[in-house]
């Protein structure tokens, strides 16, 4: 608390009217953030619209930029960020023209059957974190394929262990800590099954190749299989 105090009531220098509106927007998006955040802690109805409010609050936080500079430590991962590599919207239907055993017709085959919709940030790309939102929002169903992780809350939460592991996203530390809280208090049967989620995909996680430094799209044909050989992924059986 004390610095995000320190951070919002310093005084302000320079250009004062555009840095006390740039502070008040983000005080405001960490207020709706934080919001967010309560919300899914009473609410059971999968909401992801809370969930989106949460992701978008923290894109332009201190942790999300910590995140990111450990991130481009890896080369091939400093590579897509600096490219800002965007794939156009996924084509299930065309997806589902290539062999079965390949990562677009099983990706476009699970979403079609779930009854997904692909994910979209809803933020502007104009900063390293905002395009690191949005390409992990793009791709974050292709990583349930890889992983192996189902949609389920407990194989959610698994997945955003993994998340942690492969690049410290705050919105997965948050989901993690949202379950634990929200399991412990409302359904504490089932803390046993989600902490070895939570334990699963953060092994994992440390274990693989940066997954955030994909291009999918450039090899839909690709075998499942093979993608995970490639990055060292072993997948839930």
């Known amino acids: 608390m004390q610095s995000m105090n320190s951070e919002y009531l310093q005084p302000v220098k320079g250009n004062k009217s555009g840095q006390m509106w740039t502070s008040a927007k983000n005080f405001f998006r960490m207020l709706k953030a934080t919001k967010a955040f309560l919300t899914?802690?009473?609410?059971?109805?999968?909401?992801?619209?809370?969930?989106?409010?949460?992701?978008?609050?923290l894109v332009d936080?201190?942790?999300?930029?910590?995140?990111?500079?450990?991130?481009?430590l890896k080369p091939e991962v400093a590579e897509i960020i600096a490219e800002r590599y965007m794939a156009p919207p996924h084509d299930l239907e065309a997806l589902?023209?290539?062999?079965?055993?390949?990562l677009g017709y099983t990706y476009a085959s699970s979403m079609k059957q779930s009854g997904f919709q692909t994910l979209a940030a809803e933020?502007?790309?104009?900063?390293?974190?905002?395009?690191?939102?949005?390409?992990?929002q793009q791709t974050h169903?292709?990583?349930?394929?890889?992983?192996?992780?189902?949609?389920?809350e407990i194989g959610?939460?698994?997945?955003?262990?993994?998340?942690?592991?492969?690049?410290?996203?705050?919105?997965?530390?948050?989901l993690i800590?949202?379950?634990?809280?929200?399991?412990?208090?409302?359904?504490?049967?089932?803390l046993s099954p989600?902490?070895?989620?939570i334990a699963k995909g953060w092994q994992m996680g440390q274990t693989a190749k940066p997954l955030i430094a994909q291009k999918w799209e450039e090899a839909w044909e690709k075998p499942v299989k093979v993608w995970q050989l490639e990055l060292n992924v072993q997948p839930i059986s």
């Open 40 to 57: 899914l802690l009473i609410d059971d109805s999968g909401n992801l619209g809370a969930v989106e409010k949460l992701s978008t609050g």
């Open 61 to 72: 936080t201190h942790a999300f930029e910590v995140a990111v500079e450990a991130m481009k």
């Open 96 to 102: 589902l023209q290539y062999p079965k055993d390949s």
């Open 123 to 136: 933020v502007e790309i104009d900063s390293d974190t905002s395009y690191v939102e949005n390409r992990w």
């Open 141 to 152: 169903d292709i990583w349930h394929i890889i992983t192996g992780f189902d949609t389920s």
């Open 156 to 174: 959610e939460i698994g997945l955003q262990a993994f998340y942690l592991a492969q690049f410290q996203l705050p919105l997965a530390s948050m």
């Open 177 to 190: 800590a949202n379950a634990l809280i929200s399991i412990t208090l409302f359904q504490p049967e089932v």
């Open 194 to 197: 989600l902490l070895g989620a």
